[in-house]
């Protein structure tokens, strides 16, 4: 069996299983015998199972990626698109507060990519406090409205949201995005 089928075995069975209990109460032994794998065929892949649940996210922002560009605002809608059809199981995720949560690989991730389009907006290998605390902060905003927006606490269709995070994004930070799209 390739990796990729392999990772996509472990991510439908998580998936299933957290239809009926928090992220908290899977095991990967648990994982492992309703797959019939031993293991270390789990861990050959992926470290535990935040790590499982942050390659299923990737996933989905892959398949946003391959509709549109990244750094634009429908990149943002189709990757909020596909969080919603598969919110029951994200808002299950988002519950977990663990050292390796998703919440926490979500936001390194937010953060990394703002500082990466900053970088390469302003042509530099460091950003400066004010740009650093910027790409920060606005990685902590969007990722906080993302996860109220799973859990219902903000009412918004996929497009609005995005709408609404370029809306708020800081200048600098909208031009390095607005650069990077073209």
Same mark, same amino acid.
Not at 11 to 35: G, Q
Not at 146 to 172: E, K, N, Y
């Given at each position: 069996?390739?990796?990729?089928?392999?990772?996509?075995?472990?991510?439908?069975?998580?998936?299933?299983?957290?239809?009926?209990?928090?992220?908290?109460?899977?095991?990967?032994?648990?994982?492992?015998?309703?797959?019939?794998?031993?293991?270390?065929?789990?861990?050959?892949?992926?470290?535990?199972?935040?790590?499982?649940?942050?390659?299923?996210?990737?996933?989905?922002?892959?398949?946003?990626?391959?509709?549109?560009?990244? =750094?634009?605002? #429908?990149?943002?809608?189709? @990757? *909020?698109?596909?969080?919603?059809?598969?919110? +029951?199981?994200? !808002?299950? $995720?988002?519950?977990?507060?663990?050292?390796?949560?998703?919440?926490?690989?979500?936001?390194?991730?937010?953060?990394?990519?703002?500082?990466?389009?900053?970088?390469?907006?302003?042509?530099?290998?460091?950003?400066?406090?004010? =740009?650093?605390? #910027?790409?920060?902060?606005? @990685? *902590?905003?969007?990722?906080?409205?993302?996860? +109220?927006?799973? !859990?219902? $606490?903000?009412?918004?269709?996929?497009?609005?949201?995005?709408?609404?995070?370029?809306?708020?994004?800081?200048?600098?930070?909208?031009?390095?995005?607005?650069?990077?799209?073209?």
């Amino acid at each position: 069996m390739a990796a990729r089928d392999t990772k996509r075995m472990f991510a439908d069975e998580l998936e299933a299983m957290m239809a009926t209990m928090p992220l908290s109460k899977v095991r990967v032994a648990e994982l492992c015998v309703r797959r019939g794998v031993e293991r270390r065929v789990f861990y050959y892949h992926f470290k535990d199972k935040y790590d499982l649940v942050a390659w299923m996210f990737e996933q989905d922002r892959a398949a946003a990626a391959a509709t549109c560009g990244p =750094y634009t605002q #429908e990149f943002y809608a189709e @990757a *909020h698109r596909l969080l919603w059809e598969r919110r +029951d199981f994200y !808002r299950r $995720a988002f519950e977990e507060d663990e050292q390796n949560s998703i919440e926490r690989y979500l936001l390194q991730f937010s953060v990394e990519a703002n500082e990466l389009a900053l970088k390469r907006y302003l042509g530099t290998a460091r950003l400066a406090h004010e =740009y650093a605390f #910027e790409a920060r902060h606005f @990685a *902590h905003g969007n990722v906080g409205c993302v996860i +109220d927006w799973l !859990r219902g $606490a903000l009412a918004a269709t996929p497009h609005q949201l995005a709408a609404s995070m370029f809306a708020c994004m800081p200048q600098t930070l909208c031009a390095a995005y607005d650069a990077l799209a073209k």
